[in-house]
């Protein structure tokens, strides 16, 4: 099994609805993060998490919402999708150790119509 | 302002060849660096790392160079393999400095694709 869960892996969603993406992890780590990949664009952070108290917006958070369930689970919702929405989206975990190496999930194709 | 760039969308190797992928950055607070590998449907992988106190670390037939002078880093694969045909993605953080700046900026990606 992975160490870095993602569900759904594919997923398509007209404009307006809400939809949630979740993550769930075995590696033990205190931090989780939310990216967005466009083509062309690289990884973008949307929201990151140092431990389950703690929820900080990044770099382009406008339009999603986190809930940090457990150490293990971390939620994206995007409460009224929207067309430029459309991306791939991966969740990472780290530990707290000097190297912030993160290990991602599979990813989840969103589409929006 | 992109702060971690790799100004090649794309590069072309042949098989038992040098490949070098290149990153600039811009930040003088990042002190520590990363590369990660994509293929498709998959999530990013990590390949090799290196702190800014040092100049060159190695892994196999990977290894990564540092020029801080000239907020250069480069990786290198050798010999390449088609197995290595992906996405690399360069990636920084400001780890000394703690808490969020120790969050990685990564860089767009360079495609590689290594011929038979």
């Known amino acids: 099994d992975a160490d870095v869960t993602q569900t759904p892996r594919n997923r398509i969603t007209k404009t307006g609805k809400r939809i949630m993406l979740e993550c769930s992890q075995t590696k033990g780590h205190d931090r989780m993060y939310w990216y967005r990949q466009d083509p062309g664009l690289g990884l973008r952070l949307i929201y990151y998490?140092?431990?389950?108290?703690?929820?900080n917006k990044g770099e382009i958070s406008d339009g999603y919402s986190v809930s940090r369930q457990a150490q293990a689970k971390f939620s994206l919702s995007l409460e009224s999708a929207i067309p430029n929405q459309t991306a791939l989206y991966f969740c990472?975990?780290?530990?707290?150790?000097?190297?912030?190496?993160?290990?991602f999930g599979a990813g989840t194709r969103l589409s929006v119509l | 302002d992109q702060q971690v760039k790799q100004n090649s969308p794309s590069l072309s190797v042949q098989e038992g060849r040098i490949s070098i992928l290149n990153c600039d950055y811009t930040n003088s607070m990042f002190d520590y660096f990363l590369w990660y590998k994509k293929y498709p449907a998959e999530g990013p992988t990590f390949l090799i790392s290196?702190?800014?106190?040092?100049d060159k670390n190695e892994d196999g037939r990977f290894t990564v160079f540092l020029n801080k002078s000239a907020k250069h880093l480069s990786l290198h694969i050798v010999p390449s393999q088609p197995g290595d045909s992906a996405v690399y993605f360069c990636a920084a953080s400001a780890l000394g400095y703690g808490g969020s700046q120790g969050n990685l900026i990564f860089g767009k990606g360079t495609k590689l694709s290594v011929k038979p």
């Open positions: 990472a975990t780290s530990d707290n150790g000097q190297k912030n190496i993160q290990y």
């Open positions: 290196i702190s800014s106190i040092k």
């Open positions: 998490s140092f431990d389950v108290k703690d929820i």
